[in-house]
């Protein structure tokens, strides 16, 4: 581990689960002489990995969020996710990938780091997709954190994404995306299905559907923050309030102009859209105090 002269430590910390490593970073503050608080950070949909950056884009919003929360002496465990980062398994296959390992890899991250004594308290923060994650890893007993996180099943959100895009296969398209919702195998005989919905993913695709965001969160018993960005053009608002409406116990804070990469935009659409290629940019200042606070609550 090597001393970084901004106030924290980093390092490089894995566990296997089944055979499968899962790399991430652990961001400490310096000096930290007793326990201390630790958030563990589950990244977003698709290939994001533990800073936040992906495919067409470079934000390092989850390594700003790290260096942030340890100025106030919280510490952060970032981790690429099983598939994506350096935690690819060569040997795995698309067809063999299920929703419910990510549960699982979360699960076994919470549980280590719950054993040691370096941290006080274990909090869990899930982005976008990584909130659905959250929710079902996290038990009662651990606080968690929605961060831009979907208020509706992955099928529904496909079907509002596409919308008004498809022309005459529209209809066809939603009723496919519904069959593998429902378990069912489809033949993906347009390019938008194989896309979407090739042979190999739709395991994948149904093991994700089955999962209400609303219905999980409602379910929760613990501590729970939902938190939102007024300008997220990906996961609008309507998202967190569905959330809340489904648990209203829960703690819920819009952020203005705070978008989905968790930078605060004072421009429009244009200005957004540019902010995801530019790491520079600071990290909003009120999801911080945000997140500090729920945890020394």
Same mark, same amino acid.
């Given at each position: 581990?090597?001393?970084?002269?901004? #106030?924290?430590?980093? @390092?490089?910390?894995?566990?296997?689960?089944?055979?499968?490593? %899962?790399?991430?970073?652990?961001?400490?503050?310096?000096?930290?002489?007793?326990?201390?608080?630790?958030?563990?950070?589950?990244?977003?949909?698709?290939?994001?990995?533990?800073?936040?950056?992906?495919?067409?884009?470079? @934000?390092?919003?989850?390594?700003?969020?790290?260096?942030?929360?340890?100025?106030?002496?919280?510490?952060?465990?970032?981790?690429?996710?099983?598939?994506?980062?350096?935690?690819?398994?060569?040997?795995?296959?698309?067809?063999?990938?299920?929703?419910?390992?990510?549960?699982?890899?979360?699960?076994?991250?919470?549980?280590?780091?719950?054993?040691?004594?370096?941290?006080?308290?274990?909090?869990?923060?899930?982005?976008?997709?990584?909130? =659905?994650?959250?929710?079902?890893?996290? $038990?009662?007993?651990?606080?968690?954190?929605?961060?831009?996180?979907?208020?509706?099943?992955?099928?529904?959100? =496909?079907?509002?994404?596409?919308?008004?895009?498809?022309?005459?296969?529209?209809?066809?398209?939603?009723?496919?995306?519904?069959?593998?919702?429902?378990?069912?195998?489809?033949?993906?005989?347009?390019?938008?299905?194989?896309?979407?919905?090739?042979?190999?993913?739709?395991?994948?695709?149904?093991?994700?559907?089955?999962?209400?965001?609303?219905?999980?969160?409602?379910?929760?018993?613990?501590?729970?923050?939902?938190?939102? #960005?007024?300008?997220?053009?990906?996961?609008?608002?309507?998202?967190?309030?569905? =959330?809340?409406?489904?648990?209203?116990?829960? @703690?819920?804070?819009?952020?203005?102009?705070?978008?989905? %990469?968790?930078?605060?935009?004072?421009?429009?659409?244009? $200005?957004? %859209?540019?902010?995801?290629?530019?790491?520079?940019?600071?990290?909003?200042?009120?999801?911080?105090?945000?997140?500090?606070?729920?945890?020394?609550?």
């Amino acid at each position: 581990m090597g001393a970084l002269a901004h #106030g924290f430590d980093e @390092s490089i910390d894995s566990l296997v689960v089944d055979n499968q490593a %899962i790399i991430g970073t652990l961001t400490m503050p310096a000096h930290a002489d007793k326990a201390i608080p630790l958030v563990i950070i589950i990244a977003g949909s698709g290939p994001t990995d533990r800073d936040c950056n992906g495919q067409g884009f470079r @934000s390092d919003a989850y390594k700003k969020v790290a260096a942030s929360l340890a100025m106030k002496r919280i510490a952060c465990y970032r981790y690429d996710k099983r598939g994506v980062g350096k935690s690819v398994n060569q040997s795995m296959r698309e067809e063999e990938f299920r929703f419910d390992m990510m549960v699982k890899d979360a699960q076994a991250i919470i549980e280590k780091y719950k054993k040691d004594k370096r941290f006080s308290e274990v909090t869990v923060l899930g982005h976008s997709e990584g909130s =659905l994650v959250a929710m079902l890893a996290c $038990d009662t007993k651990t606080p968690c954190i929605s961060l831009a996180g979907a208020g509706i099943n992955a099928a529904e959100i =496909l079907k509002k994404q596409l919308k008004g895009q498809l022309g005459e296969m529209e209809e066809t398209v939603f009723k496919k995306i519904d069959s593998v919702r429902n378990g069912e195998t489809v033949v993906a005989d347009n390019p938008v299905l194989m896309q979407l919905l090739r042979p190999s993913v739709q395991s994948y695709m149904h093991s994700w559907m089955v999962y209400d965001p609303a219905k999980e969160i409602k379910k929760f018993k613990g501590k729970f923050l939902i938190i939102n #960005g007024t300008k997220d053009l990906q996961v609008p608002v309507e998202h967190a309030t569905k =959330l809340h409406d489904a648990n209203n116990k829960a @703690s819920l804070l819009l952020i203005d102009n705070m978008n989905h %990469i968790l930078t605060e935009i004072e421009g429009g659409t244009d $200005d957004n %859209i540019a902010s995801y290629n530019k790491p520079e940019l600071p990290i909003s200042t009120k999801l911080i105090d945000a997140i500090s606070s729920f945890i020394v609550q």
